[in-house]
């Protein structure tokens, strides 16, 4: 018989992490980093709480490599992810948004994980104090780059290693996730057998299993992209949103949802279905997400939950990546909403 499940029977990301461990999904140093980005992403929900009352809003004053302006709060959420992650003592590179190239971890001593992050994606939403979120992937270092280093590596050989070692395809992502900061704190991620998502429980300080093996619905008439930018997309992609807009016989159109915060609007899209996209369009060539610490990691969820991750003509993890920002366009979600877009770029 089985015993009724008692209200005080929570599992916390440390325990699943425990149990993945057990069931050898994931091993003892994966654990470790997957903690040590739990942390972060709790400091980085309390900055990102309390930031209209402790002066956090506004620029920074600076750029970040990519020309744009880099908020009070990319700047330090992006310290609190580094230092996090080094203090794991399990990364041997990490590359982020807001720095220029990737870094080597010294403090590294076993595991030598590869991390890629967006500390605070969706920064503009801030002084609003509309959703944000954090984003990752995690890869493992490239054995041949490493053997190829040889006994004293010189600090241009180590960089170009850092480089080479990042610049791998999705498909090689042994875990990816994101944290959203928003009415909850939820993190969402997945070490290769599906998705799940844990809620911060305020009280406790714990991240709560809240979404037990999500699926994306296989359709959904929910779409979600900047149309402001519509004068400046190809043909065939406004025929596919005017599309969405005809009430055809159901007599009811799509609706439209933009948050204007990548991860708000996939999490939506994750468990409402629909989809997401930022296409190219004729000023941004490559629409403006970035491969590696964007795309990869969202298509590397959706299809671990079922859904499908592609540029508008072919997959996402398949792209292997030669610059460390390249962008590309994205379009993410409802397997069914995805394939009917790409079917549109097409013809
Ligand atoms: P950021 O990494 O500088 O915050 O930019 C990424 C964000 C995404 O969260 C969001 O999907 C997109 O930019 C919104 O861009 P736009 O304002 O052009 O629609
Ligand atoms: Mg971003």
């Not at 992403?41 to 490599?65: D, E, F, H, P, Y």
């Not at 080597?104 to 503009?124: Q, R």
């Not at 004068?231 to 933009?258: E, F, I, M």
Request: aromatic share 8%; glycine share 10%; proline share 4%.
């Amino acid at each position: 018989k089985q015993q009724a499940k008692s209200q005080y029977d929570i599992t916390t990301l440390t325990t699943w992490l425990l149990k993945k461990e057990q069931a050898g999904v994931i091993d003892g140093e994966l654990t470790i980093v997957l903690s040590s980005i739990a942390l972060a992403c709790k400091q980085i929900a309390s900055l990102v709480q309390r930031a209209g009352i402790s002066n956090m809003t506004g620029l920074q004053g600076a750029a970040n490599i990519q020309g744009e302006d880099q908020k009070k709060l990319d700047v330090i959420s992006n310290e609190v992810f580094s230092s996090c992650l080094r203090s794991s003592g399990r990364t041997g590179i990490i590359a982020s948004e807001e720095e220029d190239t990737p870094v080597a971890v010294e403090e590294s001593y076993s595991g030598n994980y590869i991390v890629v992050f967006d500390p605070l994606d969706g920064s503009s939403n801030i002084d609003a104090a509309v959703s944000t979120g954090s984003i990752w992937g995690i890869y493992k270092p490239n054995e041949e780059c490493l053997t190829n280093l040889g006994e004293e590596p010189t600090i241009d050989e180590i960089a170009e290693n850092c480089v080479v070692n990042v610049c791998q395809p999705g498909s090689n992502l042994l875990s990816a996730g994101y944290c959203m900061y928003s009415s909850s704190v939820i993190l969402v991620l997945s070490v290769g057998d599906g998705v799940y998502g844990f809620t911060l429980d305020p009280l406790y300080g714990e991240f709560v299993l809240s979404h037990d093996n999500i699926q994306i619905p296989k359709s959904g008439k929910i779409y979600s992209m900047n149309e402001g930018n519509y004068a400046l997309w190809d043909d065939n992609l406004k025929k596919y949103v005017d599309s969405l807009k005809d009430p055809g016989t159901s007599g009811k159109p799509y609706s439209a949802r933009y948050i204007g915060s990548l991860v708000g609007d996939f999490h939506r899209t994750m468990l409402y279905g629909g989809i997401y996209g930022y296409p190219r369009d004729s000023k941004s060539k490559n629409g403006k997400l970035r491969l590696l610490y964007e795309c990869a990691p969202m298509s590397y969820l959706a299809e671990q939950a079922g859904g499908k991750g592609s540029d508008g003509h072919q997959r996402i993890l398949d792209i292997q990546p030669e610059q460390v920002h390249q962008r590309v366009p994205l379009y993410v979600g409802s397997v069914e909403e995805v394939e009917k877009l790409e079917s549109f770029l097409s013809s």
